[in-house]
């Protein structure tokens, strides 16, 4: 077996046949765009080079590849645990130990080489909104930035060490389902006109602004969090850039209190209902034409909600309902939308696991977040449920 450093456009090319040659014969699979993977290891285009460095490599047997890995650091995320914590992610391989075994000691030496303890996988180098987690229960096409992963996976890395640090949830809603009862919508529609409360949605004219007031919120919401990570400015202005096409602004909503920012919602529409019809992640001219032509056409029938957040002093006072309830608005107005996935939940957050069980959602995906301490001695812990 042979291991390549990714340096160039061959080995760039090659990182991305990988997956392509491993899934060729498996209906589930929807190759991610390649060049939203790539400006991921773009120090220009993702800021986490500013505090951190990545690294990947194809693994080959002959002519064949095998096997793919990224290790990435930022100080941001490794800074926030007990031991410094860097991360793998776009891992691929054949079933075979010996392989994975491989990838994961060249991530893990290049991980110690630049003073890690740790790493978590299989994850982003970025917001955790996409590419993260490893896929162990609903292996079906996935929505767009969701992973997909064969059963045999979790195989490889519980074989090396790796242990479960956290589950993710995710759950699915019949949009067209009218058992949510009217006194639900009296409700939802009482709470979204009290006074003092205001609710807009997201809007690239004042990008800038929104983003600051999405970084407060969740500062606010989510530092309590054992395993929080301050949101950046920079970070997240770059993912909605690069995410413009996929954007609906009337997707991205905001409820201010006295014109203080309180709680935020995105969710955005499920790319991969096209993506899976081009049968490629290139998008060559062809593809972009296909890609504006199938969402004229409608083709996309699901959203994916990546956020939900309120911030704790506003909270239990009905405030999604109030979300809900202009959501439910639009789409009244956007009808060929029938789905709604809830993607992901950790189960150290059982308050958002309760409320969107409220809603009718069924549980549809598990994925895992998992991490690997480089010393056997330490003790391993698992994330902390929030109260």
Known sequence: MELLEVSGKETIRLFHKVPEELYKDDPNYIPALRQQIEDIFRPEKNAKFKEGDARRWILKRGKKCIGRIAAFYDLGYSSGYEQATGCVGFFECIDNQEASGLLFDTAKIWLKENKMEA?????NFGENFFYWGLLVEGFQPQTFGMQYHPPYYRKLFESYGFKTFYEQYSYSLDITNPDLP???????AWVAKKPGYKYEHFSFKNQGKYIRDFIEIHRQAWSGHSNYKPAEFDQLNDLIDQAKFLVDEEFIWYVYHNDE??????MIPDLNQILKKLGSGKLTFLNIFKLYYYRRKHTITRCRVIVLGVIPKFQKLGIESGIFYQLKQVMLRKPWYTDMEMSWIADFNPRMIALFKS???SKTLTHLTMRFLFDPNKRFERAEIVN
Do not use: N
């Open 182 to 188: 009217d006194r639900f919508w009296k409700i939802a």
């Open 261 to 266: 920012p309180i709680a935020f919602y995105m």
């Open 119 to 123: 790493m978590d996988g299989p994850v």
């Open 359 to 361: 809603f009718g959602a």
